[in-house]
């Protein structure tokens, strides 16, 4: 559960990947750590060890890393040339054949897109003006009006191994779910190697097994309103995650307001009344794409799987907590 002291901080990052003990053990060589650009994030990856037995990792740590750039490719909507752009050409026209790790994707956004009354929506694809990396554009309301209509999960059609989009201009953005299911199959390629301790950071959602160097991997939590100050911490058990979902890392200020890359699916604009959420559990499945739903229907324990602690922010300030059977309002 939520150390007390984590309350009202959001956001995540491992404790591990800052503290100045870790640098030495980095010295030491009883760390490895590694990091690449997956996802449109950094992504770390931490395991603990002895010089030697970290020597017999190159292999398995290699193989994690690809298979993690695999899914990025597979699922991206930043590319020409995988099955979710080759859908998005032939939406409103023909089903395609795609593989089972997209058509699973897919039917698990469909479950969450129906549990929150359509807040979470992977067709949000369609609204594919705005820019908040780089040059940072705000598409007219006009143009929103018109790409609200290719906007509907129920629009999904999944037949066996074919999926089709079932209207002209659809398009699907995967950002919401599909980094944990990668992160998840990196770690997975580690343990299938015997690897028992490891900790990956996918930009604030992280992911542990075991511990570090006899400890628990310690987590510490940002608050939204603030986020480069972390004003509290929770050890994550062996298969833990926590998961984390803001205005505050992809957008930019412009008239006073802050524009972020979290979409209401219903209008094409960025979500208002949240600005963060985090949530703590070991299920995957349970947790995937849940912290984009809560962004967009604020407060909700009937969304929240058994097993899930959910903490989350309101624009004015005020705190909600919720997990187990027990829900405490802060604030």
Same mark, same amino acid.
């Given at each position: 559960m939520l150390s007390r002291r984590g309350f009202g901080v959001f956001g995540a990052v491992a404790l591990s !990947?800052?503290?100045? $003990?870790? %640098?030495? $053990?980095?010295?030491?060589?009883?760390?490895?750590?590694? %990091?690449?650009?997956?996802?449109?994030?950094?992504? *770390?990856?931490?395991?603990?060890? *002895?010089?030697?037995?970290?020597?017999?990792?190159?292999?398995?740590?290699?193989?994690?890393?690809? &298979?993690?750039?695999?899914?990025?490719?597979?699922?991206?909507?930043?590319?020409?040339?995988?099955?979710?752009?080759? #859908?998005?050409?032939?939406?409103?026209?023909?089903? #395609?054949?795609?593989?089972?790790?997209?058509?699973?994707?897919?039917?698990?956004?469909?479950?969450?897109?129906?549990? *929150?009354?359509?807040?979470?929506?992977?067709?949000?694809?369609?609204?594919?003006?705005?820019?908040?990396?780089?040059? %940072?554009?705000?598409?007219?309301? &006009?143009? !929103?009006?018109?790409?609200?209509?290719?906007? =509907?999960?129920?629009?999904?059609?999944? =037949?066996?191994? %074919?999926?089709?989009?079932?209207?002209? @201009?659809?398009?699907?953005? !995967? @950002? @919401?779910?599909?980094?944990?299911?990668?992160?998840?199959?990196?770690? $997975?390629v580690l343990q299938r190697a015997g690897v028992r301790?490891?900790?990956? =950071?996918?930009? @604030? =959602?992280i992911l542990a097994i075991g511990q570090n160097q006899g400890h628990a991997w310690q987590v510490g939590l940002r608050d939204p309103l603030q986020p480069q100050q972390l004003l509290g911490s929770v050890p994550l058990a062996d298969g833990g995650w926590v998961v984390s979902s803001g205005d505050y890392e992809r957008c930019f200020e412009q008239g006073g307001r802050r524009y972020h890359h979290i979409l209401d699916p219903r209008s094409g604009w960025p979500s208002v009344g949240v600005h963060g959420v985090s949530l703590l559990g070991r299920d995957v499945a349970a947790l995937n794409g849940l912290g984009t739903a809560l962004m967009l229907r604020g407060p909700d324990p009937s969304l929240l799987p058994a097993g899930v602690e959910a903490l989350l922010v309101r624009a004015d300030g005020r705190r909600w907590h919720a997990g187990g059977d027990a829900m405490v309002t802060l604030g």
């Open positions: !990947l800052l503290a100045p $003990a870790t %640098q030495a $053990a980095l010295r030491a060589g009883e760390m490895r750590r590694e %990091q690449r650009v997956l996802m449109g994030t950094r992504v *770390s990856l931490l395991l603990p060890g *002895s010089a030697s037995e970290l020597a017999d990792l190159a292999a398995p740590v290699a193989a994690a890393w690809a &298979e993690m750039a695999r899914l990025e490719a597979l699922l991206s909507r930043y590319r020409g040339d995988n099955p979710v752009a080759a #859908l998005a050409a032939q939406a409103g026209r023909r089903p #395609l054949a795609v593989p089972a790790e997209l058509r699973e994707l897919l039917q698990q956004a469909k479950r969450l897109s129906a549990r *929150s009354g359509g807040a979470f929506d992977v067709t949000v694809g369609a609204y594919s003006d705005w820019r908040f990396d780089g040059a %940072q554009s705000m598409p007219p309301a &006009e143009r !929103l009006a018109a790409q609200r209509r290719a906007v =509907d999960w129920r629009a999904i059609e999944i =037949d066996g191994a %074919q999926v089709l989009l079932n209207r002209p @201009g659809m398009r699907l953005d !995967l @950002g @919401g779910i599909a980094k944990l299911p990668i992160l998840a199959a990196g770690m $997975a301790h490891a900790l990956i =950071d996918g930009g @604030g =959602d």
